[in-house]
């Protein structure tokens, strides 16, 4: 079974740059989510999909972060502009559902670094 | 909200010993998960051990296990006969059964482990 892809693994950019990441989840998996990294912290949830539906993006910084996932299956997460502090890894992980046993399945992050 | 707090930033032991990882966690909730998860340094998040709050019984996977003490709020995981392949970042992480932030993973802080051979 394939697990969950992300592209790019690393992106350097300047602040005040457009940035994009995009995550495929593992075949089936209905529930996606985005977490954000910093250096020595824990993941923090920034967006949770069920389907193509946001289910909670009550900690996404919505003026300069937007995510979609369309038909369900892929997704996107965009920042325009970003800041300094937006630098940490990118982690997207996907589930078969928020259910008893359907444990999420993380992917290798993207690593951004704004300059 | 749920928090999850781990106050052991770095633990070391030496290869073939035991070492027990500390987590507190704080919820108004009765029905929920725990789970221990391990990053090592190429940063793919993957599960050691899950614990249904329901279930009296301390989960166990092998040479991790867990202590949880659903009253005191605690969930310890201990690794027995550890490894060099065991050294890595590891997260305690509450994820919520109910409301709005069902299936939502809150993570705490993290705790380095180094294992010395």
């Known amino acids: 079974e394939a697990g969950v892809a992300q592209s790019p693994r690393y992106k350097i950019i300047e602040k005040r740059q457009s940035v994009a990441f995009w995550c495929n989840p593992i075949s089936g998996h209905a529930t996606l989510y985005w977490y954000q990294q910093i250096l020595g912290q824990g993941p923090k949830l920034l967006i949770q999909?069920?389907?193509?539906?946001?289910?909670?993006d009550s900690q996404l910084p919505k003026d300069r972060f937007s995510a979609e996932r369309l038909k369900g299956v892929d997704s996107t997460l965009k920042i325009q502009p970003a800041k300094l502090e937006d630098s940490a890894v990118y982690l997207c992980?996907?589930?078969?559902?928020?259910?008893?046993?359907?444990?999420?399945?993380f992917g290798p992050g993207t690593r951004l670094t704004v300059t | 909200a749920q928090t999850v707090t781990q106050s052991q930033p770095e633990m070391s032991v030496q290869e073939a010993e035991t070492v027990t990882l500390s987590c507190t966690y704080d919820?108004?909730?009765?029905?929920?998960?725990l789970f221990w998860y391990k990053q090592p340094p190429s940063r793919q998040m993957i599960l050691v051990i899950r614990?249904?709050?329901?279930?009296?019984q301390n989960a166990t996977e092998n040479r991790f296990s867990v202590n949880f003490q659903k009253a005191a709020k605690s969930f310890s995981l201990k690794i027995s006969d550890s490894q060099l392949g065991d050294a890595a970042m590891y997260f305690c992480?509450?994820?919520?059964?109910?409301?709005?932030?069902?299936?939502?993973?809150?993570f705490g802080q993290g705790t380095i482990l180094t294992v010395h051979p």
């Open positions: 999909f069920q389907n193509n539906g946001v289910v909670d």
């Open positions: 992480a509450y994820r919520s059964q109910g409301g709005t932030s069902y299936g939502k993973l809150t």
């Open positions: 992980a996907s589930s078969g559902f928020p259910g008893l046993f359907y444990e999420q399945y």
């Open positions: 614990q249904e709050a329901y279930k009296q």
């Open positions: 919820t108004s909730e009765s029905d929920y998960y």
